[in-house]
């Protein structure tokens, strides 16, 4: 006999991602539409969106420009293999991507994910010394509290325990720089800290403990999201930058949440006149409605590969849907609409209302960090003695029951709208968080 389950709304087939599952199937919290600002729930309410869903949506919901691009490729060119085959609309969105990004990334490798990304980008740069007859150049460098997705490459060089503790020995050759959280010193800094730039001058010491020369590249989030909203310091990307410089070492910047004008401007590169050899990024690249990623490349990377003899294949890595026409299309009308309604200058526009918003929190309950750049906001709360995340999760809880979509990791509040939202909507955002800390235990 079949043990397939036909109820309708049995929720016990689908194991969720990164979710407590037996609590969420007590209590569901389903989603059922979306337009601009606002999510719509199985039971009816509307819910701000805080969150731009998981920092992807940043043009909001339903934006009619990508809903066509995506219902005309379906019935124009639903799939074309990816390998040794090709189709316009990748092109032209590599091309677009080019145009975006900081002067010298001129290529672009596709995926369907910020952790696929960063696994290609890891894979690019030993490859790339490789080469260039630099073999010895094995290592990869990430730091404490880094996420860099879930497959095994980005596990390896991310830093959040929990994320890596159960899944065996991940990569030999990696080593991580400390974070760069500073809260005795740095507390409510607003955008970037003061203090702590010297981090950085520990990638000199890793770098000499292992020889610089084994080094091949050193992943940081320009500014780290799921791990509680981390601002780099003032100074300290552009330390890293040189130390990169002066030892051979590849700068890769995870922009998988930084990019697509989180921060009022293109990319993190841009708002830190700051380049890396390589940026990662996926989310905000289709404005989360298709999985896509895109990996870009200085040219002399690229350029690189491409001495290999005719006809051979340069790099040996690729996926099913890479560069896939419907995520292309998707692709090619996000970057449009963020243009169209300059989305990019809106954020930065935005960007001092949102850090004053927010930081009109400090001194409520429970509050004992705020942080913002861009329209990203970080409010640290302190944790309830013995039961860490517990406090925050209750906030998460009670906002949604108010009709307020905000997301936490640790005791961290972690806020990220769409950059289409508009000040009434921070005022009720930020107005509701508030409330929530004066009632929550
Ligand atoms: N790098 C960074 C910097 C990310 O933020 C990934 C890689 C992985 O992307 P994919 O597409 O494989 O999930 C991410 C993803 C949160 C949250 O609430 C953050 C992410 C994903 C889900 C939740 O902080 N970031
Ligand atoms: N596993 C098997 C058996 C496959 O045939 C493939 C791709 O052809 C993969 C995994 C990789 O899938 P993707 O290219 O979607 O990452």
Redesign the pocket.
């Known amino acids: 006999m079949s043990n397939r389950l036909t109820m309708p709304n049995d929720l016990r087939a689908f194991w969720m991602p990164?979710t407590a599952n037996r609590q969420f199937k007590e209590n569901p919290r389903m989603l059922v539409a979306a337009d601009g600002m606002y999510y719509t729930a199985a039971d009816g309410r509307k819910i701000l969106d805080g969150?731009a869903g998981?920092?992807c949506c940043n043009a909001g919901h339903n934006r009619p420009k990508i809903v066509e691009a995506i219902q005309k490729q379906a019935a124009e060119l639903d799939y074309a293999p990816a390998f040794q085959m090709g189709h316009p609309k990748a092109f032209e969105l590599a091309n677009r991507l080019v145009d975006i990004a900081p002067k010298g990334m001129d290529h672009v490798f596709f995926t369907n994910?910020?952790?696929?990304?960063?696994d290609t980008a890891l894979k690019i740069a030993i490859a790339y010394h490789r080469v260039r007859g630099d073999g010895a150049r094995f290592r990869l460098i990430g730091r404490e509290r880094g996420?860099?997705?879930?497959n095994f490459g980005?596990i390896s060089v991310g830093g959040i325990v929990t994320n890596r503790k159960h899944f065996g020995t991940l990569l030999t050759g990696v080593d991580h720089l400390p974070h760069t959280h500073m809260p005795a010193k740095n507390a409510y800094s607003k955008g970037q800290p003061e203090h702590g730039a010297e981090l950085a001058d520990d990638l000199l010491k890793i770098a000499t403990l292992h020889d610089p020369s084994t080094i091949a590249a050193v992943i940081v989030?320009p500014v780290a999201?799921?791990t509680g909203v981390l601002i780099p310091p003032l100074g300290y990307l552009q330390k890293l930058r040189k130390i990169c410089d002066d030892h051979g070492i590849l700068l890769i910047f995870?922009e998988?949440?930084t990019g697509y004008g989180r921060l009022g401007a293109p990319f993190a590169a841009d708002y830190f006149g700051v380049t890396p050899d390589m940026m990662?990024t996926?989310?905000g690249l289709t404005n989360g409605v298709i999985?896509m990623?895109a990996v870009l490349v200085k040219k002399d990377i690229h350029d690189a590969f491409m001495s290999a003899p005719d006809g051979t294949i340069e790099l040996f890595h690729g996926y099913t849907y890479s560069g896939s026409p419907i995520a292309s299309a998707a692709g090619i009308a996000t970057l449009e609409t963020y243009k169209e309604d300059g989305l990019f200058e809106r954020a930065a526009e935005l960007a001092p209302y949102w850090q004053d918003a927010l930081h009109s929190l400090k001194g409520r309950r429970h509050v004992i960090d705020i942080r913002n750049l861009g329209l990203i906001g970080g409010i640290e709360l302190e944790p309830i003695a013995g039961k860490p995340t517990k406090r925050a999760f209750a906030a998460f809880l009670s906002a949604y029951e108010k009709g307020v979509l905000i997301?936490t990791?640790g005791d961290i509040i972690?806020l990220s709208p769409p950059l289409i939202i508009e000040k009434s909507h921070i005022d009720t955002l930020i107005g509701t968080v508030g409330d929530i800390l004066d009632h929550l235990d």
Do not use: C, Q
């Not at 994910?113 to 960063?118: H, L, P, R, T, Y």
């Not at 996420?147 to 879930?150: A, I």
């Open positions: 990164f969150t998981l920092w994910s910020g952790s696929e990304s960063v996420y860099h997705g879930v980005g989030e999201g799921s995870d998988v949440i990662v996926a989310k999985p990623g997301r990791t972690a």
